[in-house]
Antibody
Framework: EVQLVESGGGLVQPGGSLRLSCAASGFTFSSYWMHWVRQAPGKGLVWVSRIKNDGSSISYVDSVKGRFTISRDNAKNTLYLQMNSLRVEDTAVYYC???????????WGQGTLVTVSS | QSALTQPASVSGSPGQSITISCTGTSSDVGGYNYVSWYQQHPGKAPKLMIYDVSNRPSGLSNRFSGSKSGNTASLTISGLQAEDEADYYCSSYTSSTTLVFGGGTKLTVL
């Protein structure tokens, strides 16, 4: 069974940092693009970042450029999102998702909540 | 990186058909056949319903279909059922090599 499990969320003060992890199982992780998508409470989905299967190509939404870094460890079947200089508006559930064609998301993890507040 | 435009809400009665639109620009929806659709029930992770404009994942009901004309993509759900009540989101690849979602549409089954 294909499974994605996010972890690392929590409460952090503005300006702080967090690293999210997404543990993958049930498929050949090193063959797939992977994405991060977030959803603020009561709001819609927002694409955050994507990384190619070998890590050679990375993209970000403008609002996180320079603050967030996506990476992966194919030996550990794990995707990461390093989030620095966090802002109140970064508060959201963060989902990781596999991208079979690089441009659609299937499946999604269950999400991890990041709350940025003083 | 502006969000794609979706109606905030649509509704229909059981057995009826509804269509949800998703409007972008020539830099996203209109420029690529890379539109996908997702269903999200409250408190749950999104689920892929359609990819590359009109392709259904294996095992998904053929009551769900997708299409595109110009800068507007559409998701049609036929034979509405109570369990179809959910939020629906479109997504498109963009010329900036990023992805963008629509604002979401709440489907109410009357």
């Amino acid at each position: 069974e294909v499974q994605l499990v996010e972890s690392g969320g929590g409460l952090v003060q503005p300006g702080g940092s967090l690293r999210l992890s997404c543990a993958a199982s049930g498929f050949t992780f090193s063959s797939y693009w992977m994405h991060w998508v977030r959803q603020a409470p009561g709001k819609g989905l927002v694409w955050v970042s994507r990384i190619k299967n070998d890590g050679s190509s990375i993209s970000y939404v403008d609002s996180v450029k320079g603050r967030f870094t996506i990476s992966r460890d194919n030996a550990k079947n794990t995707l990461y999102l390093q989030m620095n200089s966090l802002r109140v508006e970064d508060t959201a559930v963060y989902y990781c998702a596999r991208a079979p064609g690089g441009r659609w998301f299937d499946p999604w993890g269950q999400g991890t909540l990041v709350t940025v507040s003083s | 990186q502006s969000a794609l435009t979706q109606p905030a809400s649509v509704s229909g009665s059981p057995g009826q058909s509804i269509t949800i639109s998703c409007t972008g620009t020539s830099s996203d929806v209109g420029g690529y056949n890379y539109v996908s659709w997702y269903q999200q029930h409250p408190g749950k992770a999104p689920k892929l319903m359609i990819y590359d404009v009109s392709n259904r994942p294996s095992g998904l009901s053929n009551r769900f279909s997708g299409s595109k004309s110009g800068n507007t993509a559409s998701l049609t759900i036929s034979g509405l059922q109570a369990e179809d009540e959910a939020d629906y989101y479109c997504s498109s690849y963009t010329s900036s090599t990023t992805l963008v979602f629509g604002g979401g549409t709440k489907l109410t089954v009357l």
